[in-house]
């Protein structure tokens, strides 16, 4: 279920906010003067987003590797190329 709450709820329903939270696992978008703010979730999804992240990472990186590997610059003098 989307939760979207004003970052003043903080303060009135913390306990509410973080059972939510923790228990429930769901994440919470807190809003301030209407625009989002903040994202609240429990450590183990904001873990596991950036095991995520590191993931992608790493898999790019290697990508790039590969690929700049496969890549071979080769340099003929442009005098060759006309002679054909």
């Known amino acids: 279920m989307l939760h979207i709450l004003p ?7 913390f306990e509410k906010i973080e059972n939510l939270v923790e228990k429930d ?3 919470i978008y807190l809003t301030k003067n209407g625009y989002g703010s903040m994202v609240m979730m429990d450590f183990q ?5 950036l ?10 990186n290697k990508m ?12 003929i003098p442009q005098t060759e ?3 054909d």
């Open 7 to 13: 970052a003043s709820d903080l303060k009135e329903d």
């Open 25 to 27: 696992g769901e994440t």
């Open 45 to 49: 999804t904001y873990e596991k987003i």
């Open 51 to 60: 095991e995520k992240e590191e993931a992608t990472i790493k898999t790019k």
């Open 64 to 75: 790039n590797t590969v690929n700049n590997m496969n890549t071979k610059k080769i340099n």
């Open 81 to 83: 190329i006309m002679d």
